[in-house]
């Protein structure tokens, strides 16, 4: 029976044309329960197959993500907490044309197949596709399937810098002075649709989701792999834990001696993926409001199109594991 090995990792990016998110004098704090709405675009990335088959995922699976995403982060879960930030699929391009599919992008791209170790380490294939990320969070959906080499990924994600106006804790800072520079680079968060497309790894998929949006506005994973540390997250509410190896249970235990029960989304499974603290909430508003390519999406013209809702139903609280990068998952289930 094939086993499955699956990372899901941060990418600290680097480039050279950095931007400052907004001149002093121009930001206003959000308020501690202001909502904000962030716009999302969907880049499937398939092999030329109608809309809906193979690598080329239905509108309705973008749909369930997005409930489920935005029912994460408002903590409509057993113990969740609301953030206070919802995420809306994006209504037009980046010429303010309506898009026909409301935040989808589709894209034939060869055969459809990538190669996830080029895709992390070369901007090439998709700076040409990344749209204005002052604009939008570009979701890029690409096929990593098994090769001799390697195993597939389920999704990585890039982390934000801070400005230099307003320094975050564990961020690189950019200089930049020249905040309305557009640039673009790999920067966004990248989804392997092979578990996509696989019916037994949906609620995984959601998760998963969750957890990359989490890097993406500025979170780091509540472990470390060679050490305790404590605070090691910048999150002071947070269980850090030593994880050399990857866990058979829900339980763990505190770098400070706390046996607890795994269920932040920023925690690798087994896991139940219920939680982002209080603390992981206040880091992710401040880097919405301050951080470059991360302050402006809240007033992004994306936004301008029909509302959608934050779920009261569509929660999907997994029960399969996201291992570390030398972990394998169970067997895969029937």
């Not at 941060?10 to 044309?17: F, K, Q, R, S, W």
Request: glycine share 6%.
């Amino acid at each position: 029976m094939k086993r499955f090995s699956i990372v899901a990792i941060a990418l600290l990016t680097g480039i050279t044309g950095f931007v400052s998110c907004k001149k002093k004098d121009e930001i206003k704090p959000l308020a501690a329960n202001e909502l904000v709405t962030l716009p999302v675009i969907f880049h499937i990335l398939h092999g030329g197959e109608p809309a809906g088959t193979g690598t080329n995922i239905s509108a309705a699976y973008i749909k369930r993500c997005m409930d489920s995403l935005n029912a994460h982060f408002a903590g409509k879960t057993v113990q969740g907490n609301n953030t206070y930030i919802q995420f809306r699929l994006a209504g037009k391009d980046e010429d303010g044309n309506s898009l026909a599919e409301q935040g989808i992008h589709r894209v034939k791209y060869g055969t459809g197949y990538f190669d996830m170790g080029l895709t992390m380490a070369d901007d090439t294939f998709t700076k040409s596709l990344t749209w204005d990320p002052n604009r939008y969070i570009n979701i890029f959906v690409c096929y990593y399937p098994y090769s001799p080499t390697s195993s597939p990924v389920a999704a990585y994600a890039t982390l934000p810098w801070a400005s230099s106006d307003h320094p975050i804790q564990g961020l690189d800072p950019t200089n930049a002075s020249d905040y309305k520079k557009q640039v673009k680079s790999k920067m966004g968060l990248f989804m392997n649709s092979l578990f996509l497309l696989d019916s037994a790894f949906n609620s995984f998929s959601y998760a998963a989701t969750s957890h990359e949006m989490g890097h993406y506005l500025g979170l780091s994973h509540v472990f470390n792999k060679s050490s305790c540390v404590l605070n090691g997250d910048y999150c002071a509410d947070t269980h850090d834990y030593l994880r050399m190896y990857e866990p058979t249970t829900y339980a763990r235990s505190g770098c400070d001696g706390y046996a607890f029960t795994s269920i932040n989304f920023m925690d690798y499974g087994p896991n139940y993926y219920w939680q982002f603290t209080p603390d992981q909430i206040t880091r992710m508003r401040e880097v919405v409001n301050y951080a470059p390519f991360r302050a402006k999406l809240v007033n992004s013209q994306a936004l301008e199109t029909r509302r959608t809702t934050v779920p009261d139903a569509e929660i999907f609280v997994p029960q399969v594991s996201i291992p570390d990068e030398t972990g394998m998952m169970p067997e895969r289930p029937r």
